[in-house]
């Protein structure tokens, strides 16, 4: 199917992906092919098959993971080999090879923190119930697993029975927190798109087995003798259809779930941070396989970053800052010469430098002598008025307090 087509709009394959798979089934992205599938991440071992069983065979990708788990088991000092991350989702695996894989991961007596095995058509009810007797059989508080992701399956009511009675027999759950000890996390659980009935999972609510969450707030921790399950839903809303699981072969195409920890991968492959175990095909597995040998120079224990191929620039001690005031720096611009005031000629104002007087005073307000001042002596009784000094011309009329008469020209 090309990517532009109506139908391979339908099925959601983005574009950049390889085409449409079998049965309609969208392809791996084409920046996923080339990953490998079982590779040391930055927390243990990674299983990243999630639609990769069309170019790579389950039988390789479980015999690497055989061998990788019986390494662990024999290193020094290793406890309880932990798989981070078991993502198989979107694959059509039988009953058989689902066996097979609770198997081997008994024998080892292995960790998976995360169980993604969301997508799978063919994960029904007796999947269900292989998966309870492993987990009856291994479930302990250094082998139980945090997460649980079976949505969009062929699980009903019968298969969620078998899931919660192992739960509920169990005293492991919920896990206890280190910085809390009178808390736990339960079980995180999702099931929507499956075909359970709302009175079975309403009834393990009701007993006190089950607690909700959403997306938006998130999983929620309990006390240490509260619930052991936070299953994602809300008040009888639980995201189940109804009517019975169709057969694989017709069942609904997978959505297209954004991988970021695929994403991941890709990059720190690029930087040399990860050891992968297997390509495509698992090709070159014993020359890879000598970087995880404890007695090979390469070896890096599981758990850690593969160190980078390049040598690292070695890091260049800092000077301490100078408690010295700054000296400030000699100016190199030209000094600007004084202006040359010619003898007996004149020099432009802006230019000219007025020098004041040696016997000059500074300027006072003028005095106005023919401004009346009244008296503001207390004993005053009224404003005395003060004669004018200046002469009057002919004709005018005198002020008061004077002669009093009015001159005439002569």
């Not at 990953?35 to 015999?63: C, H, M, T």
């Not at 004041?356 to 005095?367: G, H, L, N, Q, V």
Request: proline share 12%.
């Amino acid at each position: 199917l090309s990517p532009q087509s109506p139908c391979a709009m339908a099925h959601q394959i983005p574009a950049g992906c390889k085409g449409g798979g079998k049965g309609g089934w969208p392809a791996v992205p084409h920046h996923q092919a080339n990953q490998p599938v079982v590779y040391y991440g930055q927390n243990g071992l990674e299983v990243k098959g999630r639609r990769r069983l069309e170019d790579v065979a389950f039988e390789d990708i479980l015999a690497e993971l055989q061998g990788q788990l019986t390494e662990q088991l024999n290193q020094a000092g290793s406890s309880v080999p932990v798989i981070q991350d078991l993502d198989l989702s979107q694959n059509k695996l039988t009953a058989e090879q689902f066996e097979n894989l609770f198997v081997s991961l008994g024998v080892a007596s292995a960790r998976v923190v995360r169980f993604r095995l969301f997508g799978c058509p063919t994960l029904d009810d007796q999947v269900m119930l292989l998966l309870a007797e492993y987990l009856r059989g291994n479930l302990s508080k250094e082998t139980a697993p945090a997460e649980m992701h079976l949505s969009d399956c062929a699980i009903t009511a019968e298969g969620f029975k078998h899931l919660m009675a192992v739960i509920e027999e169990s005293d492991v759950y919920p896990l206890k927190d280190e910085r809390r000890p009178d808390q736990g996390w339960p079980l995180y659980l999702r099931l929507e798109n499956n075909y359970i009935s709302n009175e079975a999972i309403q009834e393990k609510i009701d007993s006190g087995l089950i607690q909700l969450f959403t997306k938006q707030w998130g999983a929620k921790k309990g006390p240490a003798d509260g619930a052991k399950v936070n299953l994602l839903g809300e008040d009888w809303n639980f995201r189940q259809r109804s009517g019975k699981p169709p057969s694989p072969e017709e069942a609904r195409p997978p959505k297209m779930v954004k991988d970021r920890s695929a994403e991941v991968l890709q990059s720190n492959l690029a930087r040399g941070l990860v050891m992968p175990v297997g390509g495509k095909g698992l090709k070159g597995r014993d020359s890879q396989r000598r970087a995880f040998d404890p007695g090979h120079a390469g070896h890096v224990p599981p758990g850690h970053f593969r160190p980078p191929s390049r040598p690292m620039p070695r890091p260049v001690p800092l000077e301490k800052p100078s408690t010295a005031p700054p000296v400030p720096e000699p100016s190199t611009a030209p000094p600007v010469p004084a202006p040359v005031v010619p003898k007996g000629g004149m020099v432009p104002r802006s230019k000219a430098k007025v020098v004041p007087p040696k016997d000059s005073k500074p300027a006072t307000p003028r005095e106005n002598p023919a401004a009346v001042q009244p008296s503001r002596s207390p004993g005053a009784k009224s404003a005395t008025l003060q004669p004018s000094s200046r002469k009057l011309p002919p004709g005018s009329v005198g002020t008061a307090g004077t002669a009093g008469t009015a001159g005439t020209a002569g």
